[in-house]
């Protein structure tokens, strides 16, 4: 009792305190960023009391496509009787991801660990009777993989938060009753920090309410005093550390230094029976490896039954990244953006000293490979996964002319891969691009 009274009375006085600027030192951030640089691939889980019905996670009550009182009579379904925390990890750690986000409560407010802070959980609130992340972490943690948790800021459940529903609201302007809600959030950050000490936060819901509303400054001054390396999401109102772009891979490369899309295997987050749509282990590869050429990471969903099994399409997605990924390995950890899409027909990464130039062949050639811009000299290009070397030449490069020719690459049929080739290119330095619209002939 002692502990739980000393915790709201620091909490009261955290939230009295001005919110700062977010102004990390670049050194800090360099190193606590290193381990999520190098991940590449992490894998998100979104399981809750949704998976009963197989109903939209917390919007299906929101926009009032069911009755709020229906959804959470999905409690009384929610069993978790095969959960497996050990076979989700192997599984996890079997696809070659590096990290792995749980929800530990979605915006409808049942709280996946045993909290003290509310009365929504699945200890409390449903026929499971446990604590479902702990179990998890400590797998998590005896894999060697790194532990995010998601959590919601806005909890629609609790009593406190000004709506319940798109077009339900409990107050307005209500300074007291927000307070109570922001102690309770403090709260409940605070038992999850303190029982898993996790490497990363995934925070959701920030839209609904402002940095200061949030006191955004204030949360990641307590998350960093348990543990000063902890890396944050984008999604707490300018206070995280990289961005979370969703589901729609960018474009053209982010901004943000450090990035990661998160997307479904089929098109929904949690478990939905009726949506059939999964894409294919192809189709999601090829999403990666556009992630990697644009510098990403690629957070890959799967949404288990109530029961805690995970349907078969989801863990077959999951063995074929792992297949391909453990053959392809060098041109995936630790590599950066490429050289861009002008340059070649696929997408392209490089090693961190920059003089290895990775190829991703999507697609089947229809004779060489081409490359251009490419002003360094290429020493060596072989098949990654099997080593085979292969043969390559120059074209088009006059000795009077200062820009590149044009290389191409043979790629036998026998050295694809079922789902992605990948070409690896030694140079004779960091990899150099030409820039320029080419040149008129003057002397010859």
Not at 115 to 132: H, M, N, Q, V, W
Not at 156 to 168: A, F, I, R
Request: net charge neutral; charged share 20%.
């Amino acid at each position: 009792m002692k502990h739980i009274i000393f915790t709201f009375l620091a909490l009261a006085g955290c939230l009295q305190m001005q919110a700062q600027p977010f102004t990390p030192d670049s050194a800090t951030y360099e190193s606590r960023m290193d381990w999520f640089g190098k991940a590449k691939l992490g894998i998100f889980i979104h399981w809750g009391i949704y998976a009963v019905k197989g109903v939209s996670e917390s919007w299906s009550f929101y926009n009032n496509y069911l009755p709020y009182g229906e959804y959470m009579k999905q409690c009384e379904g929610f069993t978790a009787s095969r959960y497996d925390p050990k076979a989700w990890v192997d599984l996890i750690k079997e696809s070659g991801a590096q990290y792995t986000v749980i929800t530990t409560k979605h915006h409808d407010g049942v709280a996946l660990w045993d909290t003290k802070a509310g009365s929504l959980s699945t200890k409390k609130s449903t026929p499971a009777r446990r604590d479902l992340i702990t179990p998890f972490a400590k797998e998590v943690r005896k894999a060697g993989l790194k532990l995010g948790l998601y959590y919601s800021l806005v909890d629609w459940s609790n009593e406190n938060y000004p709506n319940k529903t798109k077009t339900e609201q409990r107050y307005k302007d209500d300074p007291a009753r927000w307070n109570k809600f922001v102690k309770f959030n403090f709260a409940q950050l605070s038992e999850l920090s303190n029982q898993f000490n996790p490497d990363l936060y995934w925070f959701d819901g920030d839209w609904e309410q402002t940095a200061e509303a949030w006191h955004s400054a204030d949360i990641i001054k307590m998350l960093r005093a348990k543990n000063p390396n902890v890396v944050v999401n984008s999604r707490i109102q300018g206070y995280g550390d990289y961005a979370t772009p969703e589901v729609g891979i960018p474009v053209s490369r982010p901004k943000d230094k450090y990035w990661e899309l998160c997307m479904t295997i089929n098109d929904s987050w949690g478990y939905q029976p009726t949506d059939l749509e999964f894409k294919s282990p192809y189709m999601l590869l090829r999403t990666f490896v556009d992630c990697l050429s644009m510098g990403g990471n690629l957070l890959l969903d799967f949404g288990p039954r109530e029961d805690g099994t995970i349907p078969q399409q989801e863990v077959d997605v999951l063995k074929e990244f792992g297949r391909w990924i453990r053959k392809h390995r060098e041109a995936v950890y630790d590599t950066r953006a490429g050289i861009g899409a002008e340059c070649f027909q696929g997408y392209t990464t490089l090693n961190k000293a920059g003089d290895v130039l990775y190829l991703y062949l999507p697609y089947k050639p229809n004779g060489k490979i081409e490359v251009k811009g490419l002003l360094n000299k290429v020493h060596r290009a072989w098949v990654v996964g099997s080593g085979q070397t292969l043969n390559y030449q120059l074209y088009n490069h006059a000795y009077w002319s200062s820009t590149p020719g044009n290389l191409y690459i043979d790629v036998p049929d026998e050295v694809l891969d079922p789902q992605i080739t990948v070409i690896a290119l030694l140079l004779d330095g960091p990899a150099r691009i030409y820039k320029g619209a080419g040149q008129v002939v003057t002397a010859n």
